[in-house]
Nanobody, 113 residues
Framework: VQLQASGGGLVQAGASLRLSCAASVNIFALSRMGWYRQAPGNQRELVALLTSGGVIKYADSVKGRFIISRDNVQNTVFLQMNSLKPEDTAVYYC????????WGQGTLVTVSS
């Protein structure tokens, strides 16, 4: 499984960004897809995930601001990030599970105050 992530960048606090993660397989073959992030000096943490059955989970820190969704035709998962805060600054990694964990390359999100 290949995962191609895109959409990071530098924005000011309060702005929005949308991350995309395109999978090389039919996303329904994946038990779950989602996004993790890792800030400098911190462990990688779950941001949001979406299961093949449609269950969605968010980290408490992003609830009400981030939305995870998918396009079944494009085999792509999106993370719409609204009302960004400086503490959202991190490298964001796309993740998928099928038999084992699969990771995309990270995409850097920087939110300035």
């Amino acid at each position: 499984v290949q995962l191609q992530a895109s959409g990071g960048g530098l924005v000011q606090a309060g702005a929005s960004l949308r991350l995309s993660c395109a999978a090389s397989v039919n996303i329904f073959a994946l038990s779950r897809m989602g996004w993790y992030r890792q800030a400098p000096g911190n462990q990688r943490e779950l941001v949001a995930l979406l299961t093949s059955g449609g269950v969605i989970k968010y980290a408490d820190s992003v609830k009400g601001r981030f939305i995870i969704s998918r396009d079944n035709v494009q085999n792509t998962v999106f993370l719409q990030m609204n009302s960004l805060k400086p503490e959202d600054t991190a490298v964001y990694y796309c993740h998928a599970y099928m038999d084992r964990d699969h990771w995309g390359q990270g995409t850097l999100v920087t939110v300035s105050s």
